[in-house]
T-cell receptor, first 115, second 115 residues
Framework: DQQVKQNSPSLSVQEGRISILNCDYT??????FLWYKKYPAEGPTFLISISSIKDKNEDGRFTVFLNKSAKHLSLHIVPSQPGDSAVYFC??????????????FGKGTHLIIQP | KAGVTQTPRYLIKTRGQQVTLSCSPI?????VSWYQQTPGQGLQFLFEYFSETQRNKGNFPGRFSGRQFSNSRSEMNVSTLELGDSALYLCASSPDLGRANYGYTFGSGTRLTVV
């Protein structure tokens, strides 16, 4: 059973507009969340993260929102730029796990920025 | 600062053979984890090494193994290759174990094709 779900395999947004990528999780033990961006033939690149003690984290054009009660997080990109076209992965981990449980990833959303 | 280096970038093997993949983490990083990416299953955690010890393992058969050397470099081995092992194998390094806020930096991966 998928513990981290990204229900939109792809998303098309016009350049300059806001891109909103969504992610849902089921495991209550997850308390740290990360977003990665991936281009073809490259490894994932870290974008932004959020701890469960916060409900929002901003870094430049990227903002992540966390709704713990709904077990939902979203990544907002404003304004969207052509270079943002990539696959975006949501990942989760029990922060305080001590031992390494590894990141649990969603299956990704392919964001396409239209000129 | 050099990133995470994975070798080789591409590999073609025959069913039944074994393969060894290599990962050199960022200098000073002591934790190395491995992930498998396939179109059907997405990114899945294989295992993580810290101080030359495997700290946790994902849900993969015993044909998948790894090790870490005293300089933190890591290798993973897959024995008795199956067609379904064809995937992109990604290595991620982190400064410490189990502290997600330190971040995980991924390499570009090794593309393994089993024929």
């Amino acid at each position: 059973d998928q513990q981290v779900k990204q229900n939109s395999p792809s998303l098309s947004v016009q350049e300059g507009r806001i891109s909103i990528l969504n992610c849902d999780y089921t495991n209550s033990m997850f308390d740290y969340f990360l977003w990665y961006k991936k281009y073809p033939a490259e490894g994932p690149t870290f974008l932004i993260s959020i701890s469960s003690i916060k409900d929002k984290n901003e870094d430049g054009r990227f903002t992540v929102f966390l709704n713990k009660s709904a077990k939902h997080l979203s990544l907002h990109i404003v304004p969207s730029q052509p270079g943002d076209s990539a696959v975006y992965f949501c990942a989760a981990i029990p922060y305080s796990g001590g031992g390494a449980d590894g990141l649990t990833f969603g299956k990704g959303t392919h964001l396409i920025i239209q000129p | 600062k050099a990133g995470v280096t994975q070798t080789p970038r591409y590999l073609i093997k025959t069913r039944g053979q074994q393969v060894t993949l290599s990962c050199s983490p960022i200098s000073g990083h002591r934790s190395v984890s491995w992930y498998q990416q396939t179109p059907g299953q997405g990114l899945q955690f294989l295992f993580e090494y810290f101080s030359e010890t495997q700290r946790n393992k994902g849900n993969f058969p015993g044909r998948f193994s790894g090790r870490q050397f005293s300089n933190s470099r890591s290798e993973m081995n897959v024995s008795t290759l199956e067609l379904g092992d064809s995937a992109l194998y990604l290595c991620a390094s982190s400064p410490d174990l189990g502290r997600a806020n330190y971040g995980y930096t991924f390499g570009s991966g090794t593309r393994l094709t089993v024929v």
